[in-house]
């Protein structure tokens, strides 16, 4: 037998001796004794924390529950889906294991639900491995150091936000100011070897356009797509923010650099408040329990680097009533290594992607780049400002030209500086050439050109 053919028939026999070690050969059955929001009290399972259950519904097909806790002799379960059919005394049995997900190669390319089941009409995941998706992140000893800088294509962020592999980004905007394009842009020319992105709670007729339109065919078949919409249950939209993060893990396990998309974590802490307050914790800062952010904070660690491959994480947060300092907004932007703002006002001048580089900034930045790229950056940021700080004297025309000749070097090159920043969702500049189109931009100014 020929040497690759043996080595794809251990695959899948080593994916059967999984699926055998993992099922539980004594049945365990309990029953609904209570329906309480999102949570069904259960008679008769002394399971244990994150164990999976079932739950017989009179509509036929079972509904799958999480065990999240304890009340005197009952289970706590949470149901991953709707509740209808259900009533007390329905018959629940313990399937004995954890919640895994399918890993590895064969999930590239795929479209799957909140519990990693493929919803893309593509047939079953026929992956090597399934994953345990309670995962916890690396060892702080193990963790590489950022030394290498990642191309997104995005030249606001390359030339003057430059990430490294491995870091973890937040994208702060409000409502409709196009934190999906940039996702989508970043998610096409990022330089990194896989994509896994989550969509957390987004409108349904959005998934489809953004897997067509915005990844596109070449995009798509590096990528993982984890769909959870706003319409499903809230333990399904938390549980699809875990499932992507633990694919992104493995393939870091396997020495990859991956692009963990997640859009977004604010509809992931709205899930985890909605299953708080059904557990009964009392809610802290604007009705968010504390299990809120204790939950923000494991997830967000989970990405980074490990000991041979990286994550590299864009988290973007719905910034309420555009409100920077909102609870779930200033935990996010305190944990990440970067934060990246998004400019209602710039959209509103059709200025795209609407970044509004004042106000964002990557800790990395330094340990990536060369002095020259920041020497660049750093002057394209104080030209900004200048001109800033006199912009409604000047559109007003009451600044005399002459009278500063730091704000006519900054009126100068606001033009060209402006024109580095906008870019159309299907430009492309990699790296190398970003850095010399930032060089030019800051270096146009010729004083006795003025007047």
Same mark, same amino acid.
């Given at each position: 037998m020929p040497a690759e053919v043996a080595s794809r028939h251990a695959l899948d026999l080593g994916r059967y001796r999984e699926l055998l070690g993992s099922l539980t050969p004594m049945r365990v059955e309990g029953c609904v004794a209570q329906v309480v929001g999102l949570i069904a009290e259960v008679e008769g399972i002394p399971g244990r924390l994150g164990e999976m259950c079932s739950i017989a519904s009179a509509n036929g097909a079972p509904i799958e529950a999480e065990i999240v806790g304890f009340r005197g002799e009952r289970t706590l379960v949470m149901p991953l889906g709707e509740l209808r059919g259900v009533q007390a005394g329905s018959l629940v049995e313990s399937t004995g294991g954890l919640l895994t997900v399918p890993a590895g190669e064969a999930v590239l390319g795929r479209v799957l639900d909140g519990m990693g089941r493929p919803i893309d009409g593509r047939g079953p995941v026929l992956a090597a491995r399934r994953q345990p998706r309670t995962g916890a992140s690396p060892h702080v000893l193990q963790r590489s150091t950022i030394t290498e800088p990642l191309t997104t294509g995005v030249r606001a962020i390359d030339g003057l936000l430059t990430c490294g592999l491995g870091q973890r980004i937040g994208i702060f905007a409000g409502s409709g100011v196009g934190k999906s394009t940039v996702l989508a842009m970043i998610a096409r020319h990022a330089s990194t070897d896989v994509n896994v992105i989550a969509l957390i709670g987004e409108r349904g007729r959005e998934v489809r356009e953004f897997i067509e339109r915005d990844l596109g065919e070449e995009g798509l078949a590096r990528s993982v797509v984890v769909v959870s919409t706003s319409d499903e249950p809230a333990p399904l939209r938390l549980n699809a923010a875990w499932v992507a993060t633990t694919i992104a893990e493995e393939f870091r396990a396997l020495g990859r650099n991956v692009t963990l998309m997640m859009d977004s974590v604010t509809r992931f802490a709205m899930a985890q408040r909605e299953? #708080?307050?059904?557990?009964? !914790?009392?809610?802290?800062?604007? #009705?968010?329990?504390?299990?809120?952010?204790?939950?923000?904070? =494991?997830?967000? !660690? =989970? %990405?980074?680097?490990?000991? /041979?491959?990286?994550?590299? %994480?864009?988290? *973007?947060?719905?910034? !309420?009533? /555009?409100?920077?300092? !909102?609870?779930? *907004? /200033?935990?996010?932007? #305190?944990?990440? /290594? #970067?934060?990246i703002v998004l400019s209602r006002a710039l959209a509103a001048q059709n200025h795209y992607p609407a970044i509004d580089v004042l106000q964002s900034v990557s800790r990395v930045m330094p340990a990536v780049t060369s002095p020259e790229h920041r020497a660049n950056a750093g002057r394209m940021r104080e030209l900004m400002a200048r001109f800033e700080r006199s912009r409604d004297l000047v559109q007003i025309g009451a600044y005399q030209q002459g009278s500063d000749a730091a704000l006519d070097e900054a009126i100068a090159l606001v033009p060209g500086i402006e024109a580095f920043l906008r870019q159309s969702p299907a430009e492309y500049d990699g790296l190398d050439d970003t850095i010399e189109k930032l060089r030019d931009a800051v270096n146009a100014y010729a004083p006795e050109a003025v007047g």
């Open positions: 299953i #708080g307050l059904s557990l009964g !914790e009392p809610p802290a800062t604007k #009705g968010y329990t504390p299990s809120v952010f204790a939950q923000l904070s =494991r997830l967000l !660690e =989970r %990405a980074g680097t490990g000991a /041979d491959g990286s994550i590299t %994480a864009f988290y *973007t947060v719905l910034v !309420e009533a /555009d409100d920077l300092t !909102e609870p779930v *907004t /200033d935990t996010v932007r #305190g944990t990440l /290594d #970067g934060h």
